[in-house]
């Protein structure tokens, strides 16, 4: 017993050093746009975020909830605190999603004592898969809510697991405080309760049943019962989340940001590149790409995994065991579809989800013959290892060049010149004192055309991410074609990559073009 004790703690500590230096390569890369954004709205405290009040900004008055990006207050509530501990620097707030997303592969790997159906090698099978995950890697080099969530996110099925399999109201009770915080994140925590609802529905739980003998509502001929255990669970969960978030019901912002999200996001999205052509949600086939190259082995895992245990849920013979985990893993797969932008951390949740459903079916596949699934079981956790760490060492979170840039102000221009920068916020965290206005993402307005070919900006600064997605910005083409500025050095980053062009206003006015 002592030597097979040893042997889990050392498998642990290798699965957790495979997860942990990926994630810490290039920890201490510039701010990313929404980590600069984020940070600005953690500057004005506690009670500014929880009750989203309206603040003045330098581009004019807003709200906290805005700057927020309409999410809920939960990371920035994290970013206050773990400031004051270690401090706001780049490395220091991107060590919470670090954490997190270990804890996550610790949570994983010690399934089995949560939830007792996952008693075996599930768990830890999981967890060896997601710590070199390349998607939840990327996730977890950001400080942004996707880490923590998604570390919510799986300790909600674990314990609606747990719940399903006791029936203890404490279980449940536990399940609806995770999903509040996981809402208090973002608002896949939205997505998270109507999942355990359907959870307690396909496994028929006395807390929630709809049968045709069932006592409730009766829709059809079919009776609804929900039990006072569930309402005191729902109940909980919004007490939870209007406690700590007062804004989200007083200004009605916990319906509006998700409106927003559900919507807006839904319907647009943001605009990137596939195959040469501008697109606002990326093609299935595109994240089959991605998988295909970040984590071939992973994917091929997945589907065979998927296939199988279908198989046996028919014949019955997983039970109600996998049962949450597999439909939070189909609900989070369509999720991750319909994402509304191109980053593959965007990712996390559902891999982390996918990689439950192949830690079940390798464990099922070694249940059933030891010595040959053992062995295969290994070399799938190997190959989907050695495919995946190539790309978290390679992954580099925030805008690439910004600290040079940094430089390149600091050295060009003082306080008082009047600077034009695309990705404001991350500049404005480094240079607070500098009279910097926000170049808008996508096109300049009429007035900041007119100011650039009236020569009333001292600097503009151009990021590469911009020209590759709106190569037609009527402001970039005025720049480039002013008689007016020239452009310094193009900026690389420290791998020599051209990442941003500066441009300077020039004294003699002659004409200097960048090709």
């Given at each position: ?282 093609p299935l086939d595109t994240w089959l790409r991605w998988f295909g190259d970040f984590a071939p082995a992973f994917g091929i895992a997945f589907v065979l ?39 593959v951390r965007y990712g996390a949740h559902a891999v982390a989800l996918m990689s439950i459903v192949i830690g079940w079916w390798l464990a099922q596949v ?150």
């Open positions: 017993m002592r030597w097979r004790r040893a042997w889990s703690l050392v498998a642990l500590l290798v699965v957790l050093s495979i997860g942990f230096f990926p994630r810490w390569h290039w920890l201490g890369e510039p701010w990313d746009l929404d980590e600069a954004d984020y940070l600005y709205a953690a500057s004005f405290g506690f009670v500014a975020n929880a009750l989203d009040l309206a603040v003045e900004t330098p581009d004019g008055p807003s709200d906290v909830n805005r700057i927020r990006h309409r999410h809920p207050p939960g990371l920035e509530y994290l970013m206050i605190l773990w400031s004051g501990l270690v401090g706001d620097s780049e490395t220091a707030l991107r060590l919470v999603s670090l954490i997190a997303g270990l804890g996550t592969v610790v949570l994983l790997w010690f399934a089995g004592r949560i939830a007792p159906a996952w008693q075996g090698l599930p768990g830890p099978f999981a967890a060896a898969l997601l710590a070199a995950m390349p998607f939840h890697v990327e996730a977890c080099k950001i400080f942004n809510m996707h880490p923590v969530s998604v570390l919510l996110l799986v300790a909600i099925v674990l314990f609606l697991t747990r719940a399903i399999q006791t029936e203890r109201p404490r279980d449940l009770y536990v399940v609806a405080v995770l999903v509040a915080l996981q809402g208090l994140m973002m608002e896949y925590g939205v997505i998270s309760g109507l999942t355990v609802v359907l959870c307690l529905l396909a496994a028929r739980s006395p807390w929630l049943r709809f049968a045709r003998q069932a006592e409730g509502l009766r829709i059809a001929g079919w009776g609804l019962h929900v039990s006072r255990t569930l309402w005191k669970a729902v109940g909980l969960l919004a007490a939870v989340y209007f406690v700590l978030w007062p804004g989200g019901l007083i200004r009605g912002n916990a319906i509006l940001n998700f409106g927003y999200y559900a919507i807006e996001y839904a319907r647009a999205g943001h605009p990137t590149l596939v195959d040469g052509k501008t697109v606002y949600h990326l995994a998927a296939v199988t245990l279908i198989t046996m849920s028919r014949r019955g013979w997983m039970g109600r065991a996998f049962g949450p985990a597999a439909i939070f893993c189909s609900v989070y797969l369509v999720v991750l579809f319909r994402q509304h932008t191109f980053l070694v249940q059933r013959r030891p010595a040959l699934g053992g062995t295969f079981a290994g070399v799938v956790i190997l190959a989907a290892t050695w495919t995946g760490m190539a790309r978290g060492f390679e992954a580099r979170p925030g805008l690439l060049g910004y600290h040079l840039a940094r430089d390149t102000i600091l050295e060009h221009f003082d306080e008082d010149s009047r600077g034009l920068v695309q990705y404001a916020s991350v500049m404005r965290q480094y240079l607070p004192d500098h009279r910097i206005e926000a170049a808008p993402i996508g096109n300049l307005t009429d007035d900041q055309v007119a100011d650039i070919e009236a020569g009333r900006y001292d600097y503009f600064v151009c990021h590469r991410f911009i020209l590759a997605r709106y190569p037609d910005d009527p402001g970039l083409r005025t720049i480039r074609r002013s008689a007016l500025y020239e452009c310094l050095p193009v900026i690389r980053d420290r791998t020599g990559v051209p990442a941003i062009w500066v441009y300077r206003l020039r004294a003699d006015g002659s004409v200097v073009r960048d090709e």
